[in-house]
């Protein structure tokens, strides 16, 4: 679209503008801007405190600038007079490096420069709560065997056919909705597309859902584990590799093993070589790892991988191929903008090094991974996956060490807070020992 935002808000009545951007813990961040005031924000930024923002900086630093996106721009279906960018953050005339959305910019550069326009389709799992968040609000919810509940989809109908109008007059491509696994949890689709823009749109996507959500008295979480005992919130991404003029999809080969290229495969290999130090960028936090390490829950199945292991058209393993693309398993929807990063930045060390990964296992993980003992084991903690994280330097330089340094200082800081909480599980095993 044509960057004179106010024109374009002026033609469809659009009175603000949400300059929006994601900070290093996914939470989205943003300035309202009058309508009026949108010509000055393009050009130079709208003023944020950065330390305040949540990054790593002190507070004497100067002002962090959120310059917006023009081709981000939506109309808020649901506040038509409110309409939404996407904004990449600098300092001092620099990009900040810690900025999320600055990161995957820069890493679809890098997997342009070898040629590849990295496209992806995301899967979003949620739950709808309570308004205080405490428990699943339809009481009526409590099947066994949840997943595809026709009754149960059609309570929530209201709230999940107004976002898939919405999706629709966006020309998102919505195809499909569903009711997962677990009571209460949900799942809704739309076609695939670049990897920056699929990362908007999912960062847009959670503002809507949770938005439209609320005006119906509802509260959606897309935490990973919100329930002990029932299945997690996951966010299968699926990924494939296209010619820079979007119209070759290279990571297909009818002709080879699971219908995947040469090319497809040394990307495969870096996204398993690298899987431990991704986990902590992709399950970002403490509550994640209830979801990759779960015992089987009220349903009868996790979901989610537990060990690096790669398969066809099996849902129980790492990464599973469906043909000519990849889907990973195990990321949650925590931070869209590092999720994307992370998986470009591991599958372009396996382009470039012409990695190859270990041959596909055709059996049920969740039955028989017990008798796979080579392969390698996710992270069973945050504090584990941190650890993998520092140790992989290619993955660390890749993503950045500035932004690294930071990631890391604020996610210590946030498992150190973890461990020093008492529950009263402790209270209840250890009172008396």
Same mark, same amino acid.
């Given at each position: 679209?044509?960057?004179?935002?106010?024109?374009?808000?002026?033609?469809?009545?659009?009175?603000?503008?949400?300059?929006? /951007?994601?900070?290093?813990?996914?939470?989205?961040?943003?300035?309202?801007?009058?309508?009026?005031?949108?010509?000055?924000?393009?050009?130079?930024?709208?003023?944020?405190?950065?330390?305040?923002?949540?990054?790593?900086?002190?507070?004497?630093?100067?002002?962090?600038?959120?310059?917006?996106?023009?081709?981000?721009?939506?109309?808020?279906?649901?506040?038509?007079?409110?309409?939404?960018?996407?904004?990449?953050?600098?300092?001092?005339?620099?990009?900040?490096?810690?900025?999320?959305?600055?990161?995957?910019?820069?890493?679809?550069?890098?997997?342009?420069?070898?040629?590849?326009?990295?496209?992806?389709?995301?899967?979003?799992?949620?739950?709808?709560?309570? =308004?205080?968040?405490?428990?699943?609000?339809?009481?009526?919810?409590?099947?066994?065997?949840?997943?595809?509940?026709?009754?149960?989809?059609?309570?929530?109908?209201?709230?999940?056919?107004?976002?898939?109008?919405?999706?629709?007059?966006?020309?998102?491509?919505?195809?499909?909705?569903?009711?997962?696994?677990?009571?209460?949890?949900?799942?809704?689709?739309?076609?695939?597309?670049?990897?920056?823009?699929?990362?908007?749109?999912?960062?847009?996507?959670?503002?809507?859902?949770?938005?439209?959500?609320?005006?119906?008295?509802?509260?959606?979480? /897309?935490?990973?584990?919100?329930?002990?005992?029932?299945?997690?919130?996951?966010?299968?991404?699926?990924?494939?590799?296209?010619?820079?003029?979007?119209?070759?999809?290279?990571?297909?080969?009818?002709?080879?093993?699971?219908?995947?290229?040469?090319?497809?495969?040394?990307?495969?290999?870096?996204?398993?070589?690298?899987?431990?130090?991704?986990?902590?960028?992709?399950?970002?936090?403490?509550?994640?790892?209830?979801?990759?390490?779960?015992?089987?829950?009220?349903?009868?199945?996790?979901?989610?991988?537990?060990?690096?292991?790669?398969?066809?058209?099996?849902?129980?393993?790492?990464?599973?191929?469906?043909?000519?693309?990849?889907?990973?398993?195990?990321?949650?929807?925590?931070?869209?903008?590092?999720?994307?990063?992370?998986?470009?930045?591991?599958?372009?060390?396996?382009?470039?090094?012409?990695?190859?990964?270990?041959? =596909?296992?055709?059996?049920?993980?969740?039955?028989?991974?017990?008798?796979?003992?080579?392969?390698?084991?996710? =992270?069973?903690?945050?504090?584990?996956?941190?650890?993998?994280?520092?140790?992989?330097?290619?993955?660390?330089?890749?993503?950045?060490?500035?932004?690294?340094?930071?990631?890391?200082?604020?996610?210590?800081?946030?498992?150190?807070?973890?461990?020093?909480?008492?529950?009263?599980?402790?209270?209840?095993?250890?009172?008396?020992?």
């Amino acid at each position: 679209m044509s960057n004179d935002l106010a024109k374009w808000a002026k033609d469809r009545g659009v009175k603000y503008f949400l300059v929006s /951007f994601t900070d290093l813990v996914g939470f989205q961040r943003a300035k309202l801007v009058p309508a009026q005031s949108i010509g000055d924000v393009t050009k130079n930024g709208a003023g944020f405190a950065g330390f305040a923002a949540g990054f790593i900086v002190p507070p004497s630093t100067p002002d962090m600038l959120g310059t917006p996106d023009a081709d981000t721009v939506i109309q808020l279906p649901w506040k038509p007079e409110v309409a939404w960018l996407a904004s990449n953050c600098s300092i001092d005339g620099k990009s900040l490096e810690q900025a999320p959305r600055n990161i995957l910019v820069r890493l679809v550069e890098e997997a342009a420069k070898d040629g590849l326009r990295i496209k992806t389709g995301v899967e979003p799992e949620f739950f709808f709560l309570s =308004p205080d968040g405490h428990k699943i609000a339809d009481p009526l919810d409590v099947s066994k065997k949840p997943c595809y509940d026709q009754q149960a989809i059609m309570r929530r109908y209201d709230v999940i056919a107004e976002v898939c109008d919405y999706m629709l007059d966006l020309g998102w491509g919505p195809y499909q909705s569903d009711h997962e696994d677990a009571n209460g949890q949900f799942e809704m689709n739309w076609k695939f597309d670049d990897a920056l823009k699929t990362a908007d749109k999912l960062a847009f996507f959670k503002f809507m859902m949770r938005s439209v959500a609320e005006k119906h008295g509802l509260r959606v979480t /897309f935490m990973a584990k919100p329930f002990i005992d029932l299945t997690g919130s996951g966010l299968h991404a699926h990924v494939s590799g296209w010619s820079l003029d979007g119209k070759t999809n290279t990571f297909a080969d009818e002709s080879r093993e699971l219908g995947l290229s040469q090319q497809g495969r040394n990307f495969l290999a870096g996204v398993m070589k690298h899987a431990p130090g991704s986990t902590a960028i992709q399950n970002p936090t403490v509550n994640s790892y209830k979801r990759l390490n779960a015992p089987t829950t009220a349903s009868g199945a996790t979901w989610a991988p537990s060990k690096v292991t790669w398969s066809g058209d099996n849902r129980t393993h790492y990464v599973r191929v469906p043909g000519g693309r990849m889907e990973l398993r195990s990321p949650d929807s925590s931070n869209p903008y590092l999720l994307h990063a992370v998986i470009i930045a591991a599958g372009l060390d396996g382009v470039r090094n012409k990695l190859e990964p270990a041959d =596909p296992l055709y059996i049920n993980m969740a039955v028989e991974g017990h008798t796979v003992k080579d392969a390698t084991r996710l =992270p069973l903690n945050l504090l584990d996956a941190l650890r993998a994280y520092e140790a992989d330097s290619t993955l660390r330089g890749m993503l950045g060490e500035d932004f690294s340094e930071a990631y890391l200082a604020l996610k210590h800081k946030e498992w150190h807070s973890y461990v020093s909480h008492m529950s009263s599980w402790e209270i209840d095993n250890y009172v008396d020992v």
